[in-house]
């Protein structure tokens, strides 16, 4: 079975070398408009039409059975994926995803931002720049307004595959409440990790991969 990574918001394959590391097999990461890429003026960032966009890419690929793992706004690209070519995915990784109802206004979730960075180690500032200047300010804008008009609690229930769900300890952008929830919508089972806060695909590589793992090859 293959392992297919989308990157957050902003970032691009780099974020996900420590998960890649860690894992044992090959792993590829598909970058879509505003995730990893720039996009045109007139392309649609919608979680469905990424969906797709990303369907597109796994099947160019050839894979034909893949663990989706999306991360924060990603992980409504991948839900939105697997709803629309079910016979593709055999599970989802769900990492700090967003889309929390409590922190649906703009205001409220760059104070929930500003509360996790708080937690990220400052070493992490190099690699956050390369990425999020790889993407570009108007990718990342025009994705995050689209991520945010979409509710991902409402299609959640529709999924019939083993979903797990992460979460840095200090991630406040993706609290325990909304994680518990998304697991409990999707049938699946939600983790809180011993460290990190929302970028735990830089720091917590190890117990992701083993995440993955628990999919890719289940008892």
Known sequence: ????????????PESYEPVRACLDQPAEVVRLPGYGRTSRRHEDLSPPAL???LIREVQALGIT????????ASCQIVVEAALARPELVAGLVLIGPIGDPTASAFWRLAERWIRSAVHEPLQLIPTLRRQYAG????????????AQRHDLSRTLEDLKIPVVVLRGKHDRIAPASWTDQVARLSGGTAQTLPTGSHLPVLTCGPEIAHAIQTLTTPD
Do not use: Q
């Open 1 to 12: 079975m293959s392992v297919v990574l989308v990157p957050g918001l902003g970032l691009g």
């Open 65 to 72: 059975s893949a663990v989706l793992v999306g991360h924060s």
């Open 135 to 146: 993407t570009g300010p108007i990718a990342m804008t025009r994705g995050l307004r689209a």
């Open 51 to 53: 969906g797709e966009a």
